[in-house]
């Protein structure tokens, strides 16, 4: 149609000149929107005319994919200032221009130079003027024009997933819904049917249909069973071009899958069952397990057992075993072969999850029989309780006896039991058992504070089979008899403020008990007998086991008294009653205005009269830093000391020098010169010591003159008296020889030299009593004359 317009338009401007232009730009505007009209100006010297001027092309569409050899033409720009003379020059500019579409710059032809993909683009917007060659002048304001892509078939329906999964209840009724499938097509749906999609199914009938125009998938046949067939494969075509002859089309798979329902009801393979059960198995014991069968799954197919009766309801019972779906037949109490050999059971399994939809198919349960035979085994003791409790005061005499157990034997023969304590439970064989009538008594004395409570384990077994045999806890309790006095719970460092207000709290003291009385702790409070009223603290007791101390005198001074003791009477009140004194130490000590402590130390109160703390830190510094200058003043005279000058082998403190010479005796006055002795110049006057040099000088005291003549035992005496009082005088040991021998001794000579000249039949018994340092020489010659030889 708009290319029709658009021939109609060009007739008519080429036939009709004159005519009014109004009506016809109106009618262009509205059918043709790339029609333009503008007013030019011929002189400007001259009127202006209004005149009519126009674009001209004759087509707008152009078809995708072509497959030409030729370029595919489009149409034909033209307007009426074009004379044919080649003076105007056509441009084209938009989407696609120079590239996808050229143009003849002196006709005005239009091509496609390539194939086009309406699914790319399906619209081009261009424009197009023309201009004058010599002037470069444009003669036609520039217009808009488009070029619309017609579309072809050439995409296939596509479905969104290439296989679906869906599933749908088995037994569900024809027209079910079970999916709903989707296919698109790229083609253009707004023009002829290449988008048009009809769905159709190509396997999976008879059970099943599809909608041809939604896609949905729906059951075609009714009750179809899970259990005979539970995947069904549907493959779903989409064709296009409303499905006719030619049209394009694609595939899609779906997986169908029959969801269980319970429209199957429980039923046991077989009617009746047996199982075999010793009489001694302990409770909750599994004695056999039977299992229903039920083609449903999941919870249709889960089941629940329960005995329906029989003769074995209190003595057996029935649990269901989730996993596996059995049923489980317990103990549910002692069995006893003397008494019952065989029981009969009814168990009913039924559906736990039934489905009233099917209910009409009848009951969902099924019943078996079951049978249990007991079968008798010897049996081991059995207590006559499941434990023992036995409570026995702590203060019980050794050898007591605190309680008894008693078993028996339940087979028919009825054995002699013995007792016995397992001793991995009494390893301080605080307990002991009668082996013959279980009577249980003690070997130790009790102390509940240390072990209140005391698990013990008795074992009775058979005197004719020792392998049959029972244990049993014995559980004794320690009962609580009052042997601890009351004491302090902690030590309290209490103060009191020196200027401290009568009936002042200064301290509150509570008490820790380590026994416990069945109606709970009450302690007392009390001061002791022998200082029944203290004139300084009084002791309030708080009815609650605490006391409060309280002060009784206006102010307490440090320098008559820094601590006070303060003994407190604390008892309590069971039977036999317990006491204890606990002394309290109280300290007085300085305190500000509001009670708080600052120094408890009289030598702090003396300080602190003319001093502040600033000039006792200062004070403690410079003592601190003399100190400090005293040892390293120590430190480093010590190292000032010389090593010793001597350091050879005439040193003999480290040597012993040896002298072979051996004097002509007594008589021999020629042998030692004694005048060196009297000659006072002979000697080393006020020698120093060689082996180390002296730190200080001593002036040398020169002694007096001693006279030739002088007796030798004078001239001794007087040298030891000057050494004596010798201020200069070495402080370390020195060795001084004096050769002078003085008058015989009274004890005579301990030496052995002159033993054979002596008596034979010396008496040396004196010798033992002498004390242990001359044992040894006594027992030499203290002995009998046979020791001796």
């Given at each position: 149609?708009r290319t029709?317009?658009c021939l109609?338009l060009?007739?008519w401007?080429?036939?009709?000149?004159?005519v009014?232009a109004?009506?016809l730009?109106?009618?262009?505007?509205r059918?043709l929107?790339?029609k333009r009209?503008?007013?030019?100006?011929k002189?400007?010297?001259?009127?202006?005319?209004?005149t009519?001027?126009?674009?001209?092309?004759?087509?707008?569409f152009?078809?995708?994919?072509?497959?030409g050899?030729d370029t595919?033409?489009?149409?034909k720009l033209?307007t009426?200032?074009?004379?044919?003379?080649?003076?105007?020059k056509y441009?084209?500019?938009?989407d696609?221009?120079?590239?996808?579409?050229?143009?003849?710059e002196?006709?005005g032809?239009?091509?496609?130079?390539?194939?086009?993909?309406?699914?790319?683009k399906?619209?081009?917007i261009?424009?197009a003027?023309?201009?004058?060659?010599?002037?470069?002048?444009?003669v036609e304001?520039?217009?808009?024009f488009?070029i619309?892509?017609?579309?072809?078939?050439d995409?296939?329906?596509?479905?969104t997933?290439?296989?679906?999964?869906?599933?749908v209840?088995e037994?569900s009724g024809v027209?079910?819904s079970?999916?709903?499938v989707?296919a698109?097509?790229?083609?253009?749906?707004?023009?002829?049917?290449s988008?048009?999609?009809?769905?159709?199914?190509?396997?999976?009938?008879?059970?099943?249909?599809v909608?041809?125009e939604?896609?949905?998938?729906?059951?075609?046949?009714?009750?179809?069973?899970?259990e005979?067939?539970?995947q069904?494969?549907?493959?779903i075509?989409a064709?296009?071009?409303?499905?006719?002859?030619?049209?394009l089309?694609?595939?899609?798979t779906?997986?169908?899958?029959?969801?269980?329902?319970n429209?199957n009801p429980?039923r046991?393979?077989?009617?009746?069952y047996?199982?075999?059960s010793?009489?001694?198995?302990p409770?909750?014991?599994?004695?056999?397990?039977?299992k229903a069968?039920?083609?449903?799954?999941?919870?249709?197919?889960e089941?629940?057992?329960?005995?329906?009766?029989?003769?074995g309801?209190d003595m057996?019972?029935?649990?269901t075993d989730k996993?596996t779906?059995?049923?489980i037949?317990?103990v549910?109490?002692n069995l006893?072969?003397?008494?019952k050999?065989?029981?009969?059971?009814?168990v009913?399994?039924?559906?736990?999850?039934?489905d009233?939809?099917?209910?009409?198919?009848?009951?969902?349960?099924?019943?078996?029989?079951?049978?249990?035979?007991?079968?008798d085994?010897?049996?081991?003791p059995?207590?006559s309780k499941?434990?023992y409790?036995?409570?026995?005061?702590?203060?019980?005499k050794?050898g007591?006896?605190?309680?008894?157990v008693?078993a028996?034997d339940?087979?028919a023969?009825?054995n002699?039991?013995?007792?016995?304590?397992?001793?991995?439970?009494?390893m301080?064989?605080?307990?002991?058992?009668?082996?013959?009538?279980?009577?249980?008594f003690?070997l130790?004395?009790?102390?509940?504070?240390s072990?209140?409570w005391?698990?013990?384990?008795?074992t009775a077994?058979e005197i004719n089979?020792?392998?049959q045999?029972?244990?049993?806890p014995?559980?004794?309790?320690?009962?609580?008899i009052?042997d601890h006095?009351?004491?302090f719970?902690?030590?309290?460092e209490?103060?009191v403020c020196e200027?401290?207000?009568p009936g002042q709290l200064?301290?509150?003291?509570?008490v820790m008990?380590r026994?416990d009385p069945?109606?709970g702790?009450k302690f007392?409070?009390?001061?002791?007998?022998e200082?029944?009223?203290?004139?300084?603290f009084?002791?309030?007791d708080n009815?609650?086991n605490?006391?409060?101390?309280m002060?009784?005198?206006?102010?307490?001074?440090?320098?008559?008294?820094?601590?006070?003791?303060l003994?407190?009477?604390?008892?309590d009140?069971?039977?036999?009653?317990?006491?204890?004194t606990g002394?309290?130490?109280?300290r007085v000590?300085a305190?500000?205005?509001?009670?708080?402590m600052?120094?408890?130390?009289?030598?702090?109160?003396?300080?602190s009269a003319?001093?502040s703390?600033?000039?006792?830190i200062?004070?403690?510094?410079?003592?601190?830093?003399l100190?400090?200058l005293?040892?390293?003043?120590?430190?480093?005279?010590?190292q000032?000391?010389k090593?010793?000058?001597?350091?050879?082998?005439?040193?003999?403190?480290?040597?012993?020098?040896t002298y072979?010479?051996?004097?002509g005796?007594e008589?021999d006055?020629q042998?030692f010169?004694?005048?060196?002795?009297?000659?006072?110049?002979?000697r080393?006057d006020?020698?120093?010591r060689?082996?180390?040099m002296?730190e200080?000088?001593?002036?040398?005291?020169?002694?007096?003159?001693?006279?030739?003549?002088?007796?030798?035992?004078d001239?001794?005496?007087r040298?030891?008296?000057?050494n004596d009082?010798d201020?200069?005088?070495?402080p370390?040991?020195s060795?001084?020889t004096?050769?002078y021998?003085g008058?015989d001794?009274?004890?005579?000579?301990?030496?052995?030299l002159e033993s054979l000249?002596?008596?034979?039949?010396q008496?040396y018994?004196?010798?033992s009593d002498w004390?242990?340092r001359?044992k040894?020489?006594a027992?030499?010659y203290?002995?009998?004359?046979?020791?001796?030889?």
């Open positions: 149609m029709y317009y109609s060009f007739i401007t080429y036939m009709f000149h004159t009014d109004i009506p730009e109106e009618k262009a505007s059918d929107p790339s009209v503008v007013d030019l100006t002189d400007d010297s001259k009127m202006l005319h209004r009519k001027r126009g674009w001209m092309w004759n087509q707008f152009l078809l995708e994919e072509y497959t050899t595919q033409y489009v149409g033209h009426d200032q074009d004379k044919g003379d080649g003076n105007l441009i084209l500019t938009g696609g221009a120079g590239s996808l579409f050229v143009i003849d002196n006709t032809d239009i091509h496609a130079a390539k194939k086009l993909d309406r699914e790319e399906s619209l081009y261009l424009r003027k023309a201009i004058d060659r010599k002037t470069g002048r444009q304001p520039e217009s808009e488009i619309k892509i017609h579309d072809i078939n995409n296939e329906p596509k479905f997933k290439d296989l679906y999964t869906a599933s209840p037994m027209g079910t079970v999916i709903q989707t698109t097509d790229a083609d253009d749906a707004n023009y002829g049917n988008a048009k999609v009809v769905y159709s199914i190509l396997q999976g009938q008879p059970y099943f249909s909608d041809p939604s896609g949905i998938i729906k059951t075609a046949l009714p009750d179809m069973s899970r005979n067939r539970e069904y494969q549907v493959v075509q064709k296009d071009m409303g499905g006719q002859m030619g049209g089309s694609g595939t899609t779906v997986n169908i899958t029959l969801t269980d329902v429209n429980p046991f393979p077989q009617s009746t047996q199982f075999n010793p009489e001694s198995v409770l909750g014991t599994h004695v056999g397990r039977i069968d039920d083609p449903d799954v999941g919870e249709n197919a089941m629940e057992y329960s005995i329906a009766e029989g003769d309801t057996f019972d029935v649990i996993d779906q059995e049923g037949i317990t549910k109490q006893d072969f003397e008494s050999m065989l029981y009969t059971l009814k009913d399994a039924s559906n736990t999850h039934p009233p939809r099917f209910l009409h198919l009848g009951p969902f349960k099924d019943t078996a029989v079951v049978k249990i035979s007991v079968e085994i010897d049996e081991p059995v207590f499941l434990y409790l036995i409570e026995v005061d702590e203060d019980v050794e007591s006896i605190i309680g008894q008693t028996y339940p087979d023969m009825n002699l039991i013995k007792y016995s304590i397992d001793r991995h439970t009494d301080d064989r605080i307990f002991s058992i009668h082996s013959e009538n279980g009577s249980i003690t130790k004395p009790l102390d509940r504070e072990s209140p005391h698990n013990i384990t008795i077994t089979n020792s392998k045999s029972s244990h049993i014995v559980f004794i309790r320690i009962l609580d009052n006095a009351p004491e719970a902690m030590y309290y209490t103060f200027n401290a207000k200064i301290q509150t003291v509570s008990d026994d069945p109606r702790h007392f409070f009390e001061p002791v007998p200082f029944p009223l203290n004139p300084n009084t002791i309030v009815k609650d605490t006391a409060g101390i002060t009784r005198k206006d102010g307490y001074s440090r320098n008559k008294m820094s601590t006070y003791l003994p407190i009477l604390i008892f009140n069971d039977y036999p009653i317990q006491s204890s002394t309290l130490t109280i000590c305190c500000d205005n509001q009670g708080n600052q120094s408890c130390n009289a030598e702090a109160l003396v300080l003319g001093l703390t600033g000039a006792l200062a004070i403690l510094l410079c003592i601190i830093i100190l400090v005293v040892v390293l003043f120590a430190a480093l005279k010590r000032r000391k090593e010793p000058l001597i350091i050879s082998k005439d040193d003999v403190r480290d040597n012993i020098v072979n010479d051996e004097g005796g008589e006055t042998a010169d004694i005048g060196t002795l009297r000659n006072p110049e002979a080393e006020s020698k120093l060689r082996d180390v002296p200080t000088i001593f002036q040398i005291r020169r002694t007096v003159p001693l006279w030739e003549n002088i007796d030798v035992q001239f001794i005496h040298r030891l008296k000057e009082s201020p200069s005088a070495p370390y040991d060795l001084a004096y050769a021998e008058n001794s009274i004890a005579d000579s301990l030496s052995s000249t002596a008596d034979c039949n008496d018994d004196y010798l004390g242990p001359f040894k020489l027992d030499m203290g002995g009998d004359d046979s020791d001796r030889d």
